[in-house]
C-alpha cells in the first residue's frame, strides 16, 4: 500500500484531528508526515541523537495536547517548527544552567558535542561546515540551518520566529559571511 501521507493537506489532518474517532489516524500521519523534517531542524540546533529524539519527543506530546486549540492562522508545519524551535531553545537553555557554561563558552560547548559524534572527521568538508555553523550565535545558527538546509522562505520564518523579514534577510547574510570566513581561514 502506497503511502498518501504527504498527499493528504494540513487541513484535512488538523479537521480529522478534532474528529474523536479520527484523532489517533490522524496525529499518526502528522507524525509521518513531519518527524523528520523537525528531527533535522532540531539535531542542527543541538547536535546530538538522543538528545534530538528526546526533544522530538516533547514536540508531538505538545502538539497533540494544543491541536485541537491551532487556528489556522499560519501553516501547520510553521506551528510546528514554533513549536520545536522553542523546545529545543529550552533545552539548551537547560543544558546551559546545567553545565554552568557561559554565553562565551557557548561555542566551545557545541564544538565538543559535535566532536564528540562517532562519525566526526574535520577533514571532511560537511564536518568543517557544521563546526562554522555552530561557531555562529544562537539565532544566527537557527537562521541559516532554516535557510540552508530546510530552504525555508523568510516569510515562514518571520513566523517561527518572530522577527522581521529584514531582520532575518540580514542576519543570513551576517551567518553566510561568517561561515564562508571560517572555512576559508579568512
Given at each position: 500500500?502506497?503511502?498518501?501521507?504527504?498527499?493528504?493537506?494540513?487541513?484535512?489532518?488538523?479537521?480529522?484531528f478534532r474528529?474523536?474517532?479520527?484523532?489517533?489516524?490522524?496525529?499518526?500521519?502528522?507524525?509521518?508526515?513531519?518527524?523528520?523534517?523537525?528531527?533535522?531542524?532540531?539535531?542542527?540546533?543541538?547536535?546530538?541523537?538522543?538528545?534530538?529524539?528526546?526533544?522530538?519527543?516533547?514536540?508531538?506530546?505538545?502538539?497533540?495536547?494544543?491541536?485541537?486549540?491551532?487556528?489556522?492562522?499560519?501553516?501547520?508545519?510553521?506551528?510546528?517548527?514554533?513549536?520545536?524551535?522553542?523546545?529545543?531553545?529550552?533545552?539548551?537553555?537547560?543544558?546551559?544552567?546545567?553545565?554552568?557554561?557561559?554565553?562565551?563558552?557557548?561555542?566551545?560547548?557545541?564544538?565538543?558535542?559535535?566532536?564528540?559524534?562517532?562519525?566526526?572527521?574535520?577533514?571532511?568538508?560537511?564536518?568543517?561546515?557544521?563546526?562554522?555553523i555552530q561557531?555562529?550565535?544562537?539565532?544566527?545558527?537557527?537562521?541559516?540551518?532554516?535557510?540552508?538546509?530546510?530552504?525555508?522562505?523568510?516569510?515562514?520564518?518571520?513566523?517561527?520566529?518572530?522577527?522581521?523579514?529584514?531582520?532575518?534577510?540580514?542576519?543570513?547574510?551576517?551567518?553566510?559571511k561568517k561561515?564562508?570566513?571560517?572555512?576559508?581561514?579568512?
Open positions: 500500500m502506497p503511502d498518501t501521507t504527504d498527499q493528504i493537506s494540513d487541513h484535512m489532518l488538523v479537521a480529522s474528529n474523536e474517532q479520527l484523532r489517533e489516524a490522524s496525529f499518526t500521519q502528522l507524525v509521518r508526515k513531519y518527524q523528520e523534517r523537525l528531527y533535522w531542524h532540531i539535531r542542527r540546533m543541538v547536535i546530538d541523537h538522543e538528545d534530538t529524539n528526546d526533544i522530538l519527543q516533547n514536540v508531538f506530546i505538545k502538539v497533540w495536547k494544543n491541536l485541537d486549540e491551532f487556528r489556522e492562522e499560519s501553516n501547520l508545519y510553521t506551528w510546528l517548527y514554533r513549536i520545536g524551535t522553542n523546545e529545543a531553545l529550552t533545552w539548551i537553555e537547560q543544558q546551559k544552567r546545567r553545565t554552568s557554561v557561559s554565553l562565551s563558552d557557548n561555542e566551545d560547548f557545541y564544538s565538543e558535542r559535535l566532536q564528540a559524534q562517532k562519525d566526526f572527521d574535520p577533514n571532511k568538508i560537511e564536518w568543517k561546515l557544521q563546526q562554522a561557531t555562529l550565535p544562537e539565532k544566527q545558527r537557527i537562521v541559516f540551518n532554516l535557510r540552508y538546509y530546510d530552504e525555508m522562505p523568510y516569510e515562514d520564518m518571520s513566523g517561527i520566529l518572530g522577527t522581521s523579514v529584514g531582520a532575518l534577510k540580514a542576519s543570513y547574510h551576517h551567518a553566510v561561515v564562508q570566513s571560517f572555512i576559508t581561514g579568512d
